[in-house]
């Protein structure tokens, strides 16, 4: 063996050293937080609404205002970040303006998501008048994903081979037709991985919506499903504490006796339904991509 495979072997061996303490590193968090909270969790403490001054509160309007908060943020923020991406990978020019939108995502990308939450705060519950809402906090996280979903889309789009845009362009198809039926398609995985990447952001997001849907849960009539009452679950114009707003307001101003209790089963049920999330939206994108794409 020579010197050169040593030290390849060597680089090998340092590298897969590393990624087994990165793993060991995740199972150690993820195993903590479910030890020490998933005892706390139980179907009364999923469905119930929070209380401040006593025990036996849940996180069940939480939970709901997490929920309902990605997928309202999603709707707004995909549309936008599909045609932002089409038209930068299959249609924009190689000059300087698309690579200043280029170097403008990736700054907005970098960007704190308490400076977003701030700007959100000027912007949607100051400027426009909405107040702490899930509106307000929706088009601010709209505004803090746009650019991560933006490129990884972008990136996917550019992943296909150029043979399959040329193949359809051969059979006829107008270039349109080709990105719709051919490109979207065969880059399908990867936009659902962005998607996942960025859904995950919106679930465990906080201090953009501390500023934008507020700290507090008022009690929902879930009776109510007319999104223009306010005490309605639907109405986007009402206060929104999150899952992950309330883990930092009970650990920083909680009072209740169960306070160590309500943290930890909260903060497993976060990371439990992010990874559910991400695995479920995984299985899903890739049997819509294999269907998609006539693959068994």
Request: charged share 10%; net charge neutral; with cysteine.
């Amino acid at each position: 063996m020579n010197r050169t495979q040593k030290q390849s072997q060597i680089a090998i061996l340092l590298l897969r050293l590393i990624a087994a303490l990165v793993v060991l590193i995740l199972a150690f968090l993820i195993g903590y937080i479910f030890i020490t909270g998933l005892p706390n969790v139980s179907w009364k403490f999923l469905t119930s609404p929070a209380k401040a001054f006593t025990a036996g509160g849940g996180i069940g309007v939480q939970l709901f205002n997490s929920i309902y908060l990605l997928i309202l943020a999603m709707i707004i923020s995909l549309p936008i970040a599909l045609g932002a991406s089409i038209y930068l990978s299959e249609y924009a020019k190689d000059n300087w303006f698309t690579s200043m939108i280029r170097t403008a995502i990736e700054i907005l990308s970098s960007l704190p998501s308490v400076v977003v939450g701030l700007f959100g705060f000027l912007l949607f519950v100051v400027q426009f008048n909405y107040g702490f809402s899930i509106i307000s906090g929706a088009l601010t996280l709209t505004i803090f994903n746009l650019p991560l979903l933006t490129r990884n889309i972008e990136e996917s789009l550019a992943s296909v081979s150029d043979d399959q845009r040329q193949g359809g362009l051969g059979l006829g198809l107008s270039k349109y037709e080709t990105i719709v039926h051919i490109v979207v398609p065969a880059a399908l995985f990867g936009i659902i991985s962005g998607v996942i990447l960025c859904s995950g952001r919106v679930f465990g997001e906080a201090a953009a919506l501390i500023y934008t849907a507020g700290q507090s849960a008022p009690a929902l009539n879930f009776g109510d499903w007319n999104p223009f009452n306010i005490d309605s679950p639907l109405s986007p114009l009402r206060p929104a504490e999150t899952l992950a707003v309330h883990i930092w307001k009970i650990n920083s101003e909680g009072i209740m006796p169960d306070l160590t209790q309500v943290s930890s089963g909260s903060a497993a049920v976060l990371v439990l339904a992010i990874l559910i999330f991400n695995l479920s939206a995984r299985y899903i994108g890739r049997k819509i991509f294999e269907k998609m794409t006539s693959m068994n």
